[in-house]
């Protein structure tokens, strides 16, 4: 069965700074997706962003980046930049293409000072 | 635009009483719809995927059951509930056609507290 792991429980940033959130996950399948979701106090779950696993490219949305490791099974997280609303609980997932069931990681916290 | 719907917000049950939780999509059709259970300190946890009306399958072994009488209405339930059963469960929805990404939209959650 495939697993996330967050080795993260809590991370701390400046605004305007940035940060790295880890992500680690096990597989054998060699095609499948990775998630980064976000969970702010309303705790409503929001995408962040998504890679496929059959593209080198990383994926980037605006202040957002990810660092794919795909031999390596790492999937981080860049948020540049960083702003107030940034602030929540973050979530690495990961999928199967052949089924849509999303296993969630534990979740790092995220805390913004200004 | 879609938009998915999931209530009530908040709900205090007492032990052994029955569970009713409902979840609607708006704006389109035939979606995949899921439930997941997110426990305090930990990350979401698929309970129940369908594919289509009348068309359930369960993730894990509980106490739980779901429904999905609509295209659009998906329904978590439970003829008696357990203190384990407390926690917060979110609906989510995805389409099925090749473009969707494999991409999951969450509902705004349940906060189920069993007393």
């Known amino acids: 069965a495939q697993t996330v792991t967050q080795s993260q429980p809590e991370m701390s940033v400046q605004e305007a700074e940035t940060v790295t959130l880890s992500c680690t996950y096990d597989?054998?399948?060699?095609?499948?997706?990775l998630f980064w979701y976000k969970q702010p106090p309303s705790r409503q779950m929001i995408l962040v962003i998504r890679q496929e696993a059959y593209k080198q490219q990383n994926a980037t949305e605006n202040r957002f980046s990810v660092n794919f490791q795909k031999a390596a099974k790492s999937f981080s997280l860049k948020i540049s930049d960083s702003q107030l609303g940034d602030a929540a609980m973050y979530f690495c997932a990961y999928m199967n293409t052949g089924f849509q069931k999303l296993v969630f990681g534990t979740g790092t916290r995220l805390l913004v000072s200004p | 635009s879609q938009t998915i719907h999931q209530w009530p917000a908040t709900l205090v049950q007492p032990v052994g009483s029955p569970l009713s939780l409902e979840c609607t999509v708006e704006g389109t059709s035939n979606p995949n719809l899921y439930w997941y259970r997110q426990a305090a300190g930990r990350g979401l946890q698929l309970l129940f995927y369908s594919v289509g009306i009348g068309q359930i399958s369960s993730e894990v072994p509980q106490n739980l059951s779901a429904s999905r009488p609509q295209d659009r209405q998906f329904i978590l339930s439970s003829k008696k509930l357990l203190l384990s059963d407390s926690g917060f469960y979110l609906c989510?929805?995805?389409?099925?056609?090749?473009?969707?990404?494999?991409?999951?939209?969450f509902g705004a959650g349940t906060r189920l507290s069993v007393l």
């Open positions: 989510a929805w995805s389409r099925q056609d090749l473009l969707a990404k494999n991409i999951q939209y």
């Open positions: 597989t054998s399948e060699s095609d499948y997706y």
